[in-house]
Structure formats: C-alpha cells, structure tokens
C-alpha cells in the first residue's frame, strides 16, 4: 500500500514505493503529464530506483522501446508520441562534457530526464520536475518537487488525484 504525504509548505509530493513496479508506475502518472521540453532531474544514491522511475516515465509518454540506463552511453534516444531523451551524468567530471555530448540540444524538443542530476545543478533549466529517490526501511522514499508555474502545477495535480482531493 502506498502512504503519501503532502507538504502544503513547498509544492512537494512524498511517497513510499515497496516494488520496482510501485516506482515505475509513479514515474508513469508523471510521464502521462509530461510534454516536450520539459525537464526531468532524477537525483538519489546508486540503486536508489532512478532507472524504475525513468521506465515508468516511458511508459506516460507512450514510449514502447525498451528504457535501460544511459550510464556508459551518456544519452538514449527514445523515439514515441512523446520523445524521451534520457540521460545520466555518474560518469560526467563536468557540466561541460555533458553538453559536449550534446544534452543541450534535447532540450526543446524532447522530454529529458538525467539520472544523477544532483551531480551537474548549473544544467538544470528555470523550469523542471525535481525526483529525489532514497531508501525507505525495505523499499524507497520518492519526493516529487518541482520548479516553475508549470510543473508546479502537475505536482500538485499528482498530489490531488493521489489523495482524492
């Protein structure tokens, strides 16, 4: 069962999730509010569930390719109604290299979600969906936040269908 809180403070969802499937199935409801261009920032520790909640927003924006982790590569294209760029930035040293690999130019057209955001902040747009994953007692700690009218706006429909609102 999932427990959600809602902090009426700072726009923010927390959730517990106890399955893989739980936290994709998160990532999906915000994948299904996503539209191009927007910005996704997947933060937390190695196996925190990053790739899960990056699956799950494939799935929202229709996407039927397989999603795995982007680590060796840097960036995975997936084509769908919705295009998904997903990125990761553990084996970036710099804000530099990650936009000579060409993440930039995702930006306008594709929805991007960067695994190891945290690592590379000055990247980040004014806009975006801010996903810190933890570890949670057997399962994990997902707090959605986000900057800007617009994702602000999805958070706190989440929030609002989640508790029947």
Request: with cysteine.
């Amino acid at each position: 069962m999932l427990n959600v809180e809602q902090s009426t403070l700072s726009d923010k969802l927390i959730t517990h999730t106890d399955s893989p499937d739980q936290t994709r199935a998160w990532g999906a409801r915000l994948g299904a509010r996503l539209q191009i261009g927007d910005f996704v920032a997947l933060c937390g520790p190695l196996g925190a569930g990053k790739t899960c909640f990056a699956q799950g927003l494939g799935q929202g924006l229709g996407i039927t390719s397989p999603i795995t982790s982007p680590t060796f590569i840097i960036i995975r294209q997936h084509p769908g109604p919705v295009p998904l760029c997903h990125a990761d930035a553990y084996r970036i040293a710099s804000t530099e290299e990650l936009e000579d690999a060409g993440l930039i130019d995702y930006f306008r057209d594709w929805v991007v979600a960067l695994e190891w955001a945290e690592r590379v902040p000055e990247i980040w747009p004014e806009e975006l969906y801010i996903i810190q994953l933890s570890f949670d007692n057997d399962g994990r700690r997902l707090e959605l936040s986000a900057q800007g009218q617009g994702p602000t706006q999805v958070i706190r429909e989440l929030s609002d269908a989640h508790s029947g609102t």
